[in-house]
């Protein structure tokens, strides 16, 4: 082997690890009981969703239907480029476009970011098929109406999947956003909160 292919051989296997190295400057926390969404990197909140998780609550067991709780991570992102309200079903395009708040229509369109378990809790959410995705049915975000998933409104969630790469956490709560982010709390509550840590200090 030549110099110059040792050269190019080294090149391309730094681009493919670069290619597949996991998104470690995204985080997505998600709150159950606000039904919203925060994305952060590199530890700063950088936009708030609104959601809608599954009605059935929280869990993890198969047939549950519910949202499971704890961190996850991206391991697919299905949908690269397809128009918005583009029809997913077994995570392969239809052909279908469908427009918001189509009557009687629930599916999956524009992205699905697939997420794994990384704990006990949520070991069962990769086979499970737990996404965050679109919805047609935007009137109902806000609203725990899903099966499982995290749904988002289409523009949104083409926003989270243009940002956010595989292997980024996620992480969902049964608490306010504002107990994991608390640069999200309202300035009020802020600053309530540093006067009381100015005071003990002073104490």
Same mark, same amino acid.
């Given at each position: ?30 709150? =159950? ?66 427009? @918001? ?7 999956? @369109? ?47 969630? =083409?926003? @989270?999947?243009?940002? @956010? ?39």
């Amino acid at each position: 082997m030549t110099i110059r292919s040792a050269c190019f051989l080294i090149a391309v296997s730094i681009c493919l690890t670069s290619c597949v190295a996991p998104d470690t400057h995204h985080q997505v926390i998600i709150s =159950i009981p606000e039904q919203r969404m925060a994305l952060l990197e590199d530890g700063a909140p950088i936009a708030t969703y609104p959601v809608s998780t599954s009605k059935y609550g929280t869990a993890d067991f198969p047939g549950s239907y519910g949202t499971p709780l704890g961190d996850l991570e991206i391991v697919d992102k299905i949908g690269e480029s397809a128009p918005s309200g583009t029809v997913f079903k077994d995570r392969r395009r239809t052909g279908e476009i469908v427009s @918001v708040n189509s009557p009687g229509r629930d599916p999956i @369109v524009s992205r699905i970011l697939w997420l794994k378990g990384k704990e006990p809790q949520n070991a069962s959410a990769y086979g499970r098929y737990i996404y965050i995705h679109g919805t047609p049915e935007e009137r109902n975000i806000g609203l725990p109406v899903s099966y499982g998933c995290i749904r988002m409104r289409s523009r949104d969630v =083409i926003e @989270v999947y243009d940002r @956010v790469g595989k292997g980024a956490q996620v992480t969902i709560v049964d608490a306010p956003l504002e107990a994991f982010v608390p640069s999200l709390a309202p300035v009020a509550t802020r600053i309530a909160t540093a006067g009381e840590l100015l005071n003990k200090l002073n104490r």
